[in-house]
C-alpha cells in the first residue's frame, strides 16, 4: 500500500508559477509509474503528465506542454511537477497518482493504483 501525500498547492496569479510535491511512503518507489492528473469542479479528472519509472520518460498533456515539467527523484520518494506560465484554465485540484502495473506509463486514470488527497490550485486572472 502506497501513501501518496500532495503539497505545493495555492493561490496565484495567471502567469505566475507553482511548484507541486508528492511525497510517497513506499521505499520501493521506482517501481511505480507516476502521474499528476487534475479535476475542476463540474468535470471529470483530467491526465496532465506522467512519468516513467526511471524518469527517463515523460509524457504532458497538449494543454500543459511546454509550461508544465514533470520530475522525480527516487532516492527521496517524490515526484514533482513545476508549473509555469499559468492560466485560469489550470485552476482545479491537482492529485499524483502511482502506477503499480510495471507496463507501460498511460494516461489513463483508471490504470493508476493509489492516489493522494489532492491538493487545490488556484490561478487568479
Known amino acids: 500500500q502506497v501513501q501518496l501525500v500532495e503539497s505545493g498547492g495555492g493561490l496565484v496569479q495567471a502567469g505566475g508559477s507553482l511548484r507541486l510535491s508528492c511525497a510517497a511512503s513506499?521505499?520501493?518507489?521506482?517501481?511505480?509509474?507516476m502521474g499528476w492528473f487534475r479535476q475542476a469542479p463540474g468535470k471529470e479528472r483530467e491526465f496532465v503528465a506522467a512519468?516513467?519509472?526511471?524518469?527517463?520518460?515523460?509524457y504532458y498533456a497538449d494543454s500543459v506542454k511546454g509550461r508544465f515539467t514533470i520530475s522525480r527523484d527516487n532516492a527521496k520518494n517524490t515526484v514533482s511537477l513545476q508549473m509555469n506560465s499559468l492560466k485560469s484554465e489550470d485552476t482545479a485540484v491537482y492529485y499524483c497518482?502511482?502506477?503499480?502495473?510495471?507496463?507501460?506509463?498511460?494516461?489513463?486514470?483508471?490504470?493508476?493504483?493509489?492516489w493522494g488527497q489532492g491538493t487545490q490550485v488556484t490561478v487568479s486572472a
Open positions: 497518482a502511482a502506477d503499480a502495473s510495471l507496463g507501460v506509463v498511460t494516461t489513463n486514470p483508471g490504470r493508476y493504483d493509489y
Open positions: 513506499e521505499r520501493t518507489f521506482s517501481r511505480y509509474a
Open positions: 512519468i516513467s519509472r526511471s524518469g527517463g520518460s515523460t
